[in-house]
């Protein structure tokens, strides 16, 4: 059974920072893509950044690029998301997601393609 775990979400100050980490049990993150992408009410589902597993090429949505880092660790099968000076805006549900790819075009695949997710992590930036 393939299980993806998020954790590291929580409340902050605008300006602050966050980590989340997701835990991706039952396979080993080879040719993948993975992404992480957030939710907020009334609003849909957008991609916030990935990578693609064997060349570790990544992507950012315009809104984030120079805030958020992501990262995965093979041997740890996790999915890492570095979010610095956080804005009230990027208050959502974050999910973790993966699919898995042998091409790699991970940057235009939208969300509905992705067929392994998490329950998702809220993160609450106040102003």
């Known amino acids: 059974q393939v299980a993806l775990a998020e954790s590291g979400g929580g409340s902050v100050q605008a300006g602050g920072s966050l980590r989340l980490s997701c835990v991706i049990s039952?396979?080993?993150?080879?040719?993948?893509?993975m992404a992480w992408f957030r939710q907020a009410p009334g609003k849909e589902r957008e991609a916030v950044a990935g990578?693609?597993?064997?060349?570790?090429?990544?992507h950012f949505a315009d809104s984030v690029k120079g805030r958020f880092t992501i990262s995965h660790d093979k041997e740890a099968n996790t999915l890492n998301l570095q979010m610095n000076n956080l804005k009230p805006e990027d208050t959502a549900m974050y999910y973790c997601?993966?699919?898995?790819?042998?091409?790699?075009?991970?940057?235009?695949?939208?969300?509905?393609?992705?067929?392994?997710w998490g329950q998702g992590t809220q993160v609450t930036v106040s102003s």
């Open positions: 997601a993966a699919l898995q790819s042998n091409f790699g075009i991970c940057g235009i695949t939208p969300a509905f393609k992705y067929n392994m």
């Open positions: 039952g396979y080993t993150m080879s040719k993948y893509c």
């Open positions: 990578l693609y597993t064997h060349s570790e090429r990544t």
